[in-house]
C-alpha cells in the first residue's frame, strides 16, 4: 500500500511558478514509477508527466514540454514537479499517482493522492 500526499499548489499569475511535491508513504517509494496528471473542470484527466524508478527516464505532454520537469528524491520519499511559465490553461487540479509500470496511462497506475489545485490568471 503506498499514500500520496500532494502539496504546492495555489494561485499564481500567468508567466510565474510553482513546484507541487508529492510525498510517499512506505518503503517501496523507489520500486514505482511516478506519475502527474491533471483534471480541469468540465474536461478529463490527462497525463502530465512520468518518471522512472531511479529518475533517469521523464516523459511529458507536448503542452508542458520546456516548462515542466518532474523529479524525484527515493531517499525523501517524494516526486516533484517544477512548473515555469505557467499559463491560464496550466489551471486543474494536479494529481500524483504510483504505478509499477512505466506508462502514461492513467488506468495503469494503482496509488492517486487526493490532488492539489493550481489556478493560472491571466
Known amino acids: 500500500q503506498v499514500q500520496l500526499v500532494e502539496s504546492g499548489g495555489g494561485l499564481v499569475q500567468a508567466g510565474g511558478s510553482l513546484r507541487l511535491s508529492c510525498a510517499a508513504s512506505g518503503r517501496t517509494f523507489s520500486s514505482y514509477a511516478m506519475g502527474w496528471f491533471r483534471q480541469a473542470p468540465g474536461k478529463e484527466r490527462e497525463f502530465v508527466a512520468r518518471?522512472?524508478?531511479?529518475?533517469?527516464?521523464?516523459n511529458y505532454v507536448d503542452s508542458v514540454k520546456c516548462r515542466f520537469t518532474i523529479s524525484r528524491d527515493n531517499a525523501k520519499n517524494t516526486v516533484y514537479l517544477q512548473m515555469n511559465s505557467l499559463e491560464p490553461e496550466d489551471t486543474a487540479v494536479y494529481y500524483c499517482?504510483?504505478?509499477?509500470?512505466?506508462?502514461?496511462?492513467?488506468?495503469?497506475?494503482?496509488?492517486w493522492g487526493q490532488g492539489t489545485q493550481v489556478t493560472v490568471s491571466s
Open positions: 518518471i522512472g524508478w531511479s529518475g533517469g527516464s521523464t
Open positions: 499517482a504510483a504505478s509499477q509500470m512505466l506508462t502514461t496511462s492513467s488506468s495503469r497506475y494503482d496509488y
